[in-house]
């Protein structure tokens, strides 16, 4: 319902300010609407991955609203879908070059881009997803969070390699029901009280044990890290800095939404399934520079190529963005099955694949029921 009310006010933003196809006189009125695009863009790009196992332009999923009180319409097809989102993305783009966002909570032109790379990458738009993440990424506004910062509690919106985030206060009143109560042990939090949270097993293992992200999971022992330990908590990676445990109430940690990280692993992703081999290992090396102090130990990657090259980048990916909400677009655009760990509670073992209607929703039933348009929710 929430992402419904951000298309909504969206909508609501571009038409107080002269609509769909104006382009607006004032840079300032042209950062707003850029700003409310990108996340109609964003907003939109989501349901497509929700209500849809893959991309298919001729696949009917879901209704496009583009102005605010729209009644009721039928599904359009994801071709459409997609049309507006490149569209509202590359507007947004042109509108925001050289805007100076406020803070990170707010959009900019480099967050839009970021997201066009996704848009591009799930399309299977090799070249056009790197070349957005590449433009991220030569732009030098980011540096890639360091081997300190990736296991310094990933508390603060200042962080040089976050793109996009949001500055939660105290005025914001959050609590257990909040991102940090779901993984942080050291907030009021389920990781507290035992419905835990973490890394398949079968993934941690696979992790060098030279590589600094090893040292993001594990169990507590009072204000200190057993790394390795069940039940493999990220309690090294997401953590508030006082380590009490229930201790950070009302939340006031920071979100992150986007990382520049993001851009140099996708970046790889789509140089290696277009075969240039070169390119996809520098840009993964660039990363690992920042997760092995020893350059032998990542030595191996010049020996890869093809498929061998695509899935380390796939498992970096993986193990970078735990937690961050990452690897479900990955599984998607890859058509990837996953095993879960022997240390989950719920099907532990059990391969899952992209196209399991388990990882795909049906529109629900209170939409066919108000939209006489809609008929019957996606297979």
């Given at each position: 319902m929430e992402i419904l009310l951000q298309i909504n006010s969206a909508n609501l933003i571009i038409a107080s300010n002269g609509g769909n196809d104006v382009i607006p006189e004032s840079d300032a009125v042209k950062g707003v609407v850029g700003q409310a695009k990108t996340v109609r863009a964003f907003a939109y790009f989501y349901l497509s991955q929700y209500y849809a196992i893959k991309y298919d332009p001729s696949a009917e999923i879901l209704p496009l609203y583009i102005n605010p009180g729209e009644p009721g319409k039928p599904k359009s097809t994801m071709g459409e879908i997609y049309d507006q989102i490149i569209a509202d993305l590359d507007s947004a783009i042109s509108f925001m070059d050289g805007y100076a966002r406020p803070n990170k909570a707010s959009i900019n032109q480099n967050v839009a881009r970021g997201i066009l790379a996704y848009v591009y990458a799930s399309m299977g738009e090799n070249v056009l997803a790197k070349q957005q993440a590449d433009a991220v990424i030569n732009s030098g506004e980011f540096t890639m969070m360091n081997a300190t910062e990736v296991t310094g509690g990933f508390t603060a919106l200042s962080t040089p390699g976050w793109m996009w985030g949001f500055d939660l206060t105290e005025a914001n009143d959050l609590g257990l029901v909040s991102w940090h109560g779901f993984m942080d042990y050291y907030s009021y939090s389920y990781q507290a009280v035992g419905n835990y949270r973490g890394i398949d097993d079968g993934l941690y293992a696979r992790i060098n044990d030279n590589d600094i992200?090893?040292?993001?999971?594990?169990?507590?022992?009072?204000?200190?890290?057993?790394?390795?330990?069940?039940?493999?908590?990220?309690?090294?990676?997401?953590?508030?800095?006082?380590?009490?445990?229930?201790?950070?109430?009302?939340?006031?940690?920071?979100?992150?939404?986007?990382?520049?990280a993001e851009m140099y692993l996708l970046s790889a992703e789509m140089s290696a399934v277009d075969g240039d081999d070169t390119a996809a290992k520098n840009r993964l090396k660039e990363v690992l520079a920042k997760r092995f102090d020893n350059p032998a130990d990542y030595s191996y990657v010049d020996g890869l190529s093809g498929s061998a090259l695509l899935d380390e980048i796939v498992f970096n990916t993986k193990i970078e963005f735990l937690g961050e909400g990452k690897s479900y677009l990955l599984m998607k655009r890859r058509k990837l099955s996953n095993t879960r760990g022997t240390n989950h509670l719920n099907r532990a073992g059990e391969t899952i694949s992209y196209d399991d209607p388990m990882v795909t929703f049906s529109i629900h039933q209170r939409e066919i029921t108000d939209n006489p348009n809609i008929t019957e929710g996606n297979k």
């Open positions: 992200r090893k040292k993001q999971f594990g169990a507590p022992s009072g204000n200190t890290l057993i790394p390795g330990a069940g039940p493999l908590m990220p309690i090294g990676k997401f953590y508030n800095l006082n380590k009490v445990q229930f201790g950070q109430l009302p939340i006031t940690d920071d979100y992150v939404y986007m990382r520049v």
